[in-house]
């Protein structure tokens, strides 16, 4: 047995305190998700990673009430924007009722389990809560 | 309005029927918009010097070949395109940059789709299940996201949060309100013989149907059918020397726009439809020398109900941030200011993805040459045509009758 843990995508950090990060263009300022081969804004090739705010305020939502075998549903998928920097993901510990979900939304980075591997590594999704 | 040599036009053009074909394959479907669309224009494979052909989900390299062997193997050079949901208009406007380019002066573009009961579209998935989590591709994500870090791949999901983005930033947008845009959609298909639906619902059936990515129940997502569409276009120069017949039915394309997304911060997080769509928009505005206010009709890309109300704005057929009160005023219905898919949009007349783009220059053809009968938009001399392929690409036509 391990407490390892990993997190689900790489712009996610677990330590020392649960971060979003994206990629920072170093001419143009513009941020990314993910890996990328030169800055779609201007073409530079240079970027630094750079930490997000974990508050942000719901831009969108919608309930995925129906999806591709093998993904569980209902799941609320949103855009938040942390900080001026738009971030796709799950709100959680909310409902999925559009009575309990509005734009507008404060809501903090929230960690999630996915589950253990057979070397009994933990990996670490990610979500945004509602701040009461 | 006379023939201008510079300028291009489509001579013939014909869609299928949109719906259920279990006994048609790609190519008898294609084939069947091909020999339509030739008879409509008076011509033959032996006329056209060029062809741009797209099916998005068949699987075939070289569909545009699979075609010719069936219709009329001529030598011509063959474009096959794929650009989502775009495809159709992209086959469309590869044949009119040949045509411009004075490479051929008579071309033929079509688009094919055999979807139905294909149920929920989805791109291809990521292989997951290892048995350790191990990071991979460019998130250096240990299993497939979908579902867990919001949605790329769930079409209604996506299109939602744009529907519901607009809502947020604007103002006015409901359940009901994205609902009466379905509502008018699905009224409109009843006068369409070629609508994969012909069935009105209400408001209160439609918001009670099968939630699939709230807002959007099942009648709000596109249907998903078989369905083919072709155009024969022809250069200013050409149709002068063809006859008075071909001249008089012929439709000018005073504008043919493709564009992608410029970046945006935020783009590549939540797709932005918008910008692309405007940019477009607003360049088919200038070629064609006209504004939004001088459109008869519109088709526009109403793949979720949540996209039409967008697309209003985007289009500039309202004030900018007056979608909500541009659709209440009643402007999009057949009988209103500015009617908006009056085939009853990809919503109720059906969405055979690479078939759209040339099925709704077909629709706004019908109207300005006066033949479309029972739905015709009386005395229609300007009409718009407009798609969108997420990822994205944005395609606008603009089309205007010829004849007196």
């Known amino acids: 047995m391990t407490d390892a843990r990993i997190p689900v995508v790489d712009y996610l950090h677990l330590e020392p305190e649960p971060r979003l990060s994206a990629l920072q263009c170093d001419s143009c300022g513009a ?58 993901g799950n709100l959680v510990c909310v409902e999925p009722d559009p009575a309990s979900i509005s734009t507008g939304m404060r809501v903090r980075l929230a960690l999630t389990s996915l589950g253990v591997d057979d070397r009994g590594v933990e990996a670490v999704g990610f979500g945004f809560e509602p701040v009461k | 309005m006379s023939v201008d040599s510079d300028a291009v036009y489509v001579l013939g053009i014909a869609m299928t029927r949109f719906g259920k074909h279990p006994d048609l394959d790609t190519i008898d479907l294609a084939a069947e918009a091909i020999s339509s669309a030739l008879g409509d224009a008076a011509a033959s494979m032996r006329d056209i010097g060029v062809m741009a052909a797209g099916n998005l989900m068949g699987g075939s390299v070289a569909f545009g070949q699979e075609i010719q062997k069936h219709v009329g193997q001529t030598g ?33 573009a079509v688009g094919v789709e055999k979807l139905a009961g ?3 579209l989805v791109n291809p998935a990521a292989v997951a299940d290892a048995t350790s989590w191990t990071p991979s591709g460019r998130l250096g994500g240990v ?7 919001g949605t790329t791949r769930n079409m209604p999901g996506v299109f939602a949060q744009i529907g519901m983005e607009y809502g947020n930033r604007y103002g006015g947008t409901s359940f009901e309100l994205f609902a009466r845009i379905s509502e008018k959609n ?35 997502c596109s249907a998903n059918c078989d369905g083919a569409a072709a155009a024969v276009i022809v250069s ?17 394309i005073s ?67 007056g979608a909500v009160d541009f659709f209440n005023s009643g402007a999009t219905w057949r009988d209103g200011v ?34 479309a009968g029972e739905r015709q938009i009386d005395g229609a001399r300007v009409g718009l045509a407009h798609v969108i392929g997420l990822g994205s690409a944005c395609g606008v036509h603009i089309l205007e009758k010829v004849a007196a």
Request: hydrophobic fraction near 40%; charged fraction near 15%.
């Open chain 2, 118 to 120: 294909a149920g929920l």
């Open chain 2, 186 to 220: 699905h009224a409109h298909s009843t006068l369409n013989p070629l609508s994969a639906y012909q069935k009105r619902f209400t408001v209160e059936e439609i918001m009670n149907d099968v939630m699939i990515a709230y807002p959007n129940t099942r009648p709000m």
């Open chain 1, 31 to 88: 941020q990314f998700f993910g890996r990328r081969n030169a800055c779609a804004s201007c073409f530079g090739a240079a970027f630094t990673s750079r930490e997000l705010p974990s508050d942000g305020v719901v831009q969108t939502y919608t309930i995925v009430c129906t999806a591709e075998p093998g993904i569980t549903v209902p799941f609320i998928a949103a855009a938040v924007d942390c900080g001026g920097v738009l971030v796709a």
């Open chain 2, 143 to 149: 299993t497939d996201v979908e579902g867990l870090i």
């Open chain 2, 255 to 321: 504008a043919s726009v493709l564009t992608t997304d410029p970046w945006e911060a935020g783009c590549q997080v939540l797709p932005n439809i918008n910008t692309l769509t405007r940019n477009a928009a607003r360049q088919a505005y200038e070629q064609a020398g006209i504004g939004p206010q001088d459109l008869d009709l519109v088709e526009l890309h109403d793949c979720f109900a949540t996209a039409e109300l967008v697309h209003y704005d985007n289009l500039m057929l309202c004030e900018e941030g």
């Open chain 2, 338 to 371: 500015t009617p908006v898919n009056v085939s009853g949009g990809l919503e109720s007349k059906g969405h055979p993805v690479a078939a759209t783009g040339i099925a709704n220059v077909w629709e706004v053809c019908h109207h300005l040459r006066g033949e």
């Open chain 2, 76 to 108: 011509i050079p063959v474009y096959n395109v794929a650009n989502a949901c775009a495809t159709g208009a992209t086959a469309l406007r590869t044949v009119i940059m040949a045509l411009k380019a004075g490479e051929a002066d008579m071309g033929l």
């Open chain 2, 236 to 252: 200013g120069r050409k149709l002068k020397s063809l006859s008075a017949s071909q001249q008089r039915r012929a439709v000018k």
